[in-house]
């Protein structure tokens, strides 16, 4: 089944038209955040910047995806996802368990805060309206799930009386459907009636009801159809909680808190509706009432995980097009330079660096054993060119040793005692800038660049696949070159700099970012390598992550409540990656790597750990100056 030329620009869950399309799409490694929840305890709030794949798990769990699935479960592409959920109690070989009841929240309950009445009435209207769609969701779910049509087979629906409105309910146990469906639609209409007239509204609804009351619905017993319960556990999931206002998201977690229930409530809302004080605290919680899940830090503490799932969504995707012949993306990527097309490439860097190492120790007897060590004359030449570029770093850090009594001879062995992974992809990275090497290519590359968001993977892979198809078309190789790629992906990290200003609606946020990457390329590009293998963030003291928290110090401090807005709308937008409590010269700091995107502007290497500790003051003046960066590189 072909999809569509480049399946990769189908991003959104939504955009995939078929139930059997998304499924066949759907990376089963994506289950590996519902196997560490309790799914059924508490509410979950699921957090992410956009495209992290919150939409694309609750469509999981809807009827016709289940369904879809179930009638399917033999498929290639779809047995895994099967076991998995049936692991989790959610299908079996009879058929799908849950009735998952997904509600987005993105028409007209935002506009209810602009309605010229007290704050009370105002949470009235938006839990009536919000309870009447609820409703006819659940209605229009579980005839889905039973294969029925809606809304023709509403009376074989019946509900249990008692967590009804007083109002629905007569000397019967139970109300059939049609009659619930047709007070929810009321109740629906006066609200939007309130709305958009130009009249103060009366305070009057069809029926008056407790705050999310109708959650009663997916109890177990309470939705039957054919006096039959329509399936053995119930989910709640609301999605795009961001269109919200800030009142109505407290006003739905508190309700939620105070209720209790034990329907399975999912919350899912992009970071972006987070204060700045929420942005810039712990991300993944436990709470008493709820949890909390951000899914790109979920991730981030499973990075081979994400990287097997990108790359299996990658080869199903460019196995669905209907212009490439492949099963598999990771062929068509050249993933390394040691083929004889870059021998002569090479031949000339090595000559380059090895002339430069000895005329900078021409007789210096100390560095004679360093010479003569065997990864300088024996291996592949790449291999060679990197050992004479670790050489230069490991001898340009000698030189700058400032404490030396005695001009020891070094050993060979302490060449390779200093000679470690981190410092060969440090003489990499320097090899590449100086003349001209591709850097950024092949399968890892491309998922590393994703920063653990499956939209921005999706986006450069999008974007590597393009150029594929278009090669399939005109019958050329379908291999992509590593030169062809690192082309590519750093056209796609030029692009994420374009769209910072639009993401943040802040110019401030590109200046910072900007200064971030221009001192973090000043400082991995050193002569010694000193953070090898590149500095790719900055950290701020927790104690000075509390001051960004901290209303009152904020007020007597507008600098740094600018900068606390910059960092937590780049957070937000999945433009830094946060990192709490880590442990560095005895303090403890908050790390903000730069996402990996960015990166390739300013030649930055992928790996993480190299960071450099900076003041809120410091950070605020490239907020206000930018970064000048003294000198030239090397």
């Known amino acids: 089944m072909r999809e569509s030329r480049n399946p990769f620009r189908l991003r959104a869950a939504e955009n995939i038209e078929t139930d059997l399309s998304f499924l066949r799409l759907f990376g089963p490694g994506m289950l590996d955040i519902l196997e560490e929840i309790d799914l059924w305890r508490q509410p979950l709030i699921i957090r992410s910047a956009a495209g992290g794949g919150k939409t694309t798990l609750l469509r999981l769990l809807t009827p016709g995806v289940l369904l879809t699935l179930h009638e399917n ?46 704050a009370p009435r105002r949470d009235r209207l938006f839990f009536a309206l919000l309870s009447a769609r609820i409703t006819l969701t659940a209605l229009h779910a579980s005839l889905e799930l039973r294969k029925l049509s809606y809304p023709r087979d509403l009376t074989r629906i019946s509900v249990r009386a008692d967590i009804l409105p007083p109002m629905l ?43 999310l009351t109708t959650l009663g619905l997916l109890k177990p017993g309470s939705l039957l ?92 995707r460019a196995a669905a097009s209907i212009d490439v012949e492949v099963g598999t993306l990771t062929p068509l990527l050249e993933a390394s330079l040691d083929s004889t097309d870059w021998t002569n490439r090479y031949e000339k860097a090595l000559n380059t660096i090895e002339a430069r190492v000895r005329q900078e120790i021409a007789s210096q007897s100390r560095f004679e054993e360093w010479l003569a060590v065997k990864d300088l004359s024996s291996g592949q030449i790449r291999e060679r060119t990197i050992s004479w570029r670790t050489l230069e770093i490991l001898v340009h850090r000698e030189r700058r040793k400032t404490q030396r009594e005695f001009d020891f001879v070094l050993a060979a062995d302490d060449f390779e005692e200093k000679t470690d992974s981190q410092v060969r992809s440090a003489a990499e990275l ?37 150029e594929i198809a278009s090669a399939a078309l005109v019958r050329k190789p379908l291999r992509l070159q590593a030169e062809r790629q690192d082309a590519i992906l750093r056209q796609a990290s030029e692009s994420l700099w374009h769209e910072i200003p639009r993401l943040t609606h802040q110019s401030q946020t590109l200046r910072f970012l900007d200064s971030v990457a221009r001192y973090c390329r000043s400082m991995t590009f050193l002569p010694t390598a000193p953070y090898d293998p590149g500095v790719t963030g900055i950290a701020i003291l927790m104690e000075d992550r509390d001051r960004l928290m901290d209303s009152q110090h904020l007020g007597k401090r507008p600098d740094h409540a600018q900068l606390a807005r910059v960092i937590s709308d780049s957070i937000a937008n999945n433009l830094v990656e946060s ?54 590189l090397f």
Request: charged content about 25%.
């Open 73 to 118: 479960r033999g498929l290639d592409e779809t047995k895994e996802v099967f076991h998995r959920l049936q692991d989790l109690g959610v299908v079996e070989e009879s058929g799908p368990l849950l009735l998952g009841v997904l509600l987005p929240c993105t028409r007209n309950y935002s506009v209810l805060d602009d309605l010229s009445i007290d």
């Open 169 to 211: 309910v007569g000397t019967e146990q139970l109300v059939r459907g049609d009659i619930v469906h047709q007070w929810a639609t009321d109740l629906e209409s006066a609200v939007v009636e309130a709305i958009d007239s130009f009249e103060p509204w009366d305070g009057s609804l069809p029926s008056s009801l407790e705050p």
């Open 579 to 632: 990192y709490l409590d880590y442990k560095c010269k005895g303090r403890r700091w908050m790390v903000l790597y730069l996402n990996r995107l960015l990166c390739p502007k300013h030649w930055l290497p992928l790996q993480y750990g190299g960071f450099k500790e900076k003041s809120l003051d410091e950070l605020y003046r490239w907020l206000s100056d930018g970064f000048k960066m003294k000198g030239t």
């Open 430 to 466: 320097f090899i590449a800038y100086e003349f001209g090497f591709p850097y950024y290519f092949g399968p890892s590359k491309l998922v590393s660049l994703a920063s653990c968001n499956m939209e921005q993977f999706l986006w450069t892979a999008g974007d590597v696949f393009e």
């Open 225 to 316: 159809i054919d006096n039959k319960p329509v399936a053995s556990s119930s989910m709640l999931m609301l999605d795009n909680l961001q269109f919200l206002t800030l009142n109505q998201r407290n006003s739905l977690y508190r309700v939620l808190a105070e209720l209790r229930s034990s329907v399975a409530v999912w919350l899912a809302e992009r970071l972006e509706a987070l204060l700045p004080e929420e942005l810039l605290g712990s991300g993944t919680q436990k709470e008493r009432d709820y949890r909390i899940l951000r899914i790109e830090e979920f991730w981030r503490a499973k990075r081979q995980r994400f990287e097997k799932m990108s790359q299996n969504i990658a080869d199903r």
